[in-house]
């Protein structure tokens, strides 16, 4: 029996509240990603930077500091436009066509075990 196996996913996790932050990246790796986290958009840019191997960014829209979620989502789609990205918040939708490079958003609260079959479901580039 052949199974059709490609590589996971491996997800940048970008909230500044850390218990969602936390449940996010272990239901991530519960469903077979590996995670990364940031709790500051600077910070994730300092991550992203540091692994390479990073194929999806998911930040919460609503950060501390000097740039939110969509300016970090904009930076990383110049930077690194082989990341896939998802937006998420609580208190804003932003227009699709605002979310760089065919972005998905998914607002808060959100089903972290829907949040993991969206990502699973990206395709993976070779």
Excluded: W
């Amino acid at each position: 029996m052949s199974e059709h196996t490609s590589r996971p996913h491996v997800v940048l996790v970008v909230d500044d509240e850390v218990l969602l932050r936390l449940n996010a990246s272990e239901v991530l790796q519960d469903a077979g990603c590996t995670t990364y986290e940031a709790g500051a958009t600077a910070e994730a840019l300092r991550v992203l930077q540091d692994h390479p191997d990073i194929t999806v960014l998911f930040t919460d829209i609503n950060m501390p500091g000097d740039r939110d979620g969509m300016a970090l989502a904009q930076a990383v789609h110049r930077e690194r436009p082989d990341v896939r990205l998802i937006i998420t918040s609580g208190r804003e939708q932003p227009a699709p066509a605002d979310i760089p490079d065919d972005g998905q958003f998914i607002g808060k609260p959100y089903d972290l075990e829907a949040l993991a079959a969206i990502i699973c479901a990206l395709p993976v580039e070779a």
